[in-house]
């Protein structure tokens, strides 16, 4: 892909807590220049977002023990400018739950739409940087 | 008044009379004896008076024929002498008989007996003297003379005192007569008028009876008139239809409710076969349902009818009606009748019915959340993969993978339409149909323009149905998409909206007329239509359009129908969306949840 992009030195954290569905969004992410870190949960999650600086993090709704709607807000607690992104395989999500997000998107969709999508909230906030 | 005591009047009234009668026929018999008697002692003193002359003549000729033989001496002056003598002795006998009863008259016969047998001494006498000068002395002849007047004097005080027996007799029978005469009057008076007042008696008890088994009757007449009143103010009164029919199954009897439901009157239904004036089919395959006639006359008891009957009116109305059928019994156990109570649940039919759909919606949601879960997450890392492979392809390789994708695309398009459909409703808002058409119409600007076609509008801005709109907008989004498929090149598309006022039980609502001139659906696929995945397009129809469509549209207790024709010069397909005003459909509303409560309870019944 276009490894001169701009945005490719941007980090991403990536949750979900279906391995391989994450293991290959890690890989397509990267083949886009992202850098990628993962998480399975919302706990490990939230101690990553804790510990170092992401461009965005890119969420799955329905997970065990903690869902999307509730690490999006936790991690808005700590960072109010998160930048963050529901990806669901649910078509649409009760509005409450993406109150703490930057935009919803839904599994399946083409993997051209979600990177655009990435790469424009990226930028918009760099230049709103 | 009892029977009995009816003939046991008239009875007495015959027996009495009759009773009476033979006593008086006893009275006049004897007294008619009485009678009798009487005047036959009359008539044998008038036989001793006619005897006794007889014998003085008898007497009076002795002696005649005895001066006569003296006088002359010759024999045959002496023969009415001779003739005589047995007579008067025959005479005498005869008297004494005759007066045997009258002692007195004995006496005075005796006398003369003795004057005569005196008399009879002095004829032997003169006879046997043959001196012609002792027979013509005048001595001899003056003592004759003397006796002979002795016997006629004492005949004559014989026949006076007989005389005046007979006069006392006659005088004693007339009396009888008098006294019975008198006596058979004042009887048959006393008699008469006692039977009189008897029979007037018996005659003014009958009266009176009879007048109080009139005022029986009448006041009888008058109870079993309330009751009949009672019993019809009372059917009409029911709020459930109520027709009974004879034996033979002829409406007989039918109140206001039924006549309002069937649209006959009971004039007109009277007498006609039920069949006729209650008709009744399946709602669903329109067949005509069993008579409830045969079927109570079958089942001999009462029974209730099949589900989904509909009633049709005379005016070709509709009702859903829930009923059952009785036998009538009389008191022996024989029908002699069917009663037939039925009532409209149009309204719980359809309500349950949008229940039904609704609960179903509810669960396939459900359902599908958790399968969306399920297939999304797999489709998605596939997605994924494809495009990193992809990425590494060229030539065959790349063609196939872009041919997956696009397979895989299409999944994932399916997968979100049906799931759409599902997402949590929030409360319906008044959505303008105008505005929600020209929308769609908008998206389809590109198509219209480059196939040319021509479309004819007619989208009143005031017409307004409350529901989701972005559900309705994926209505018409469908409908008009197809249309357009269906035309093609240079078509032409008419848009209809019209306002519908409230029917029946229908409420108030818009009706959109989406019309095309295509070529038309063959009536195979008319009745495939609204069935999930099935499709007209090939490749490039998901067969859900029209399926999801009519989810939404149910959802929204709305309706969605459609006409078609493949003839060559009026060919062409129209689909007719009806919504009504007010949302009805809405499950999560607590006046629907009641009812869907209710509705639960009505289908485990």
């Known amino acids: 892909m276009n490894s001169s992009n701009p945005q490719s030195t941007a980090r991403i954290l ?12 890690k890989l397509l992410l990267e083949r886009r220049g992202y850098t990628v870190e993962t998480a399975s949960n919302g706990t490990t999650a939230l101690d990553l977002f804790k510990t170092r600086p992401f461009d965005l993090v890119l969420l799955d709704f329905y997970m065990p023990a903690m869902n999307g709607a509730e690490v999006a807000r936790a991690m808005r607690q700590i960072r109010p400018d998160a930048r963050i992104v529901m990806l669901s395989a649910y078509v649409s999500l009760p509005e409450e739950a993406l109150q703490h997000v930057n935009a919803s998107l839904t599994k399946g969709i083409h993997p051209e739409v979600l990177l655009d999508s990435i790469s424009q909230i990226i930028s918009a906030n760099r230049t709103g940087d | ?20 009668i033979m006593v008086m026929a006893a009275i006049v018999g004897w007294e008619l004896q009485q009678l009798r008697t009487a005047l036959t002692w009359v008539d044998r003193a008038d036989r001793v008076i006619s005897e006794m002359r007889l014998t003085l003549r008898s007497m009076v000729d002795e002696e005649t024929g005895l001066r006569g033989y003296l006088l002359t001496r010759r024999d045959e002056f002496l023969q009415p002498y001779n003739n005589a003598i047995p007579r008067v002795e025959t005479q005498l006998a005869s008297l004494s008989d005759l007066t045997a009863d009258n002692s007195p008259q004995q006496q005075r016969l005796q006398q003369i007996r003795s004057s005569y047998d005196q008399w009879m001494m002095y004829s032997q006498r003169m006879l046997s003297d043959q001196s012609a000068l002792t027979a013509s002395s005048f001595e001899s002849n003056m003592e004759g003379k003397k006796l002979m007047d002795q016997i006629r004097n004492q005949f004559e005080e014989t026949i006076r005192a007989e005389y005046q027996l007979r006069d006392e007799r006659v005088r004693k029978s007339a009396d009888l007569d008098k006294l019975f005469l008198g006596s058979l009057i004042a009887l048959t008076v006393v008699l008469g008028s006692s039977l009189a007042f008897f029979t007037r008696r018996q005659l003014l008890g009958l009266s009176h009876a009879y007048d109080q088994m009139l005022a029986d009757s009448r006041r009888k007449t008058v109870q079993v008139e309330e009751q009949r009143e009672w019993v019809s103010t009372t059917l009409r009164s029911i709020g459930d239809a ?18 309002q439901l069937t649209g006959w009157t009971e004039e007109e239904a009277r007498g006609k076969d039920l069949q006729d004036v209650f008709k009744i089919v399946n709602q669903e395959t329109r067949e005509a349902v069993e008579n409830p006639v045969s079927k109570v006359r079958r089942m001999n008891k009462v029974v209730g009818l099949a589900n989904h009957t509909v009633l049709i009116s005379k005016n070709g109305t509709e009702y859903n009606i829930d009923d059952s059928g009785s036998p009538i019994r009389n008191s022996d156990g024989e029908l002699v009748g069917i009663v037939l109570v039925f009532r409209d649940i149009t309204r719980e039919y359809q309500m349950q019915r949008t229940l039904r759909t609704t609960e179903k919606l509810a669960l396939a949601g459900r359902l599908s959340a958790t399968i969306a879960h399920e297939i999304h997450n797999p489709l998605d890392t596939v997605s994924n993969v494809l495009y990193l492979i992809r990425a590494d392809s060229q030539g065959e390789t790349l063609k196939h993978v872009d041919l997956a994708m696009q397979e895989l695309q299409r999944v994932s398009q399916v997968t979100r339409s049906m799931l759409s459909l599902y997402r949590e409703s929030k409360t319906p808002v008044p959505v303008s149909v105008k505005e929600v058409l020209e929308s769609v119409l908008s998206l389809f600007d590109r198509k219209i323009s480059g196939n040319e076609v021509r479309i004819a509008k007619s989208l009143p801005s005031s017409l307004t149905v409350e529901g989701f709109p972005a559900e309705l907008r994926q209505v018409f989004s469908n409908l008009i998409g197809n249309a357009l498929d269906a035309v093609g090149q240079h078509g032409a598309l008419s848009l209809i909206a019209s306002k519908t006022a409230a029917k029946g039980d229908l409420p108030a609502g818009v009706s959109v007329v989406i019309a095309d001139n295509g070529t038309g659906i063959s009536q195979d696929n008319l009745s495939k239509l609204f069935l999930p995945f099935f499709t007209t397009k090939g490749e490039q129809g998901t067969g859900i359009g029209l399926w999801v469509s009519k989810g939404i549209v149910d959802k929204h207790g709305g309706t969605i129908a459609v006409d078609s024709s493949t003839e060559a010069d009026y060919h062409g397909t129209s689909f007719t969306v009806w919504l009504p005003e007010k949302f009805t459909g809405e499950r999560h509303s607590p006046k629907v949840q009641v009812e869907m409560e209710k509705g639960k309870q009505l289908e485990t019944a």
């Open chain 1, 14 to 25: 990536c949750v979900d807590d279906e391995p391989v569905g994450l293991t290959v969004r």
């Open chain 2, 1 to 20: 008044m009892e029977p009995r005591t009816f003939s046991r009047i008239l009875r007495t009234s015959l027996l009495i009379p009759t009773l009476v």
């Open chain 2, 242 to 259: 109520v027709i009974a029919t004879d034996s033979e199954g002829k409406v007989s009897l039918m109140n206001a409710v039924a006549c």
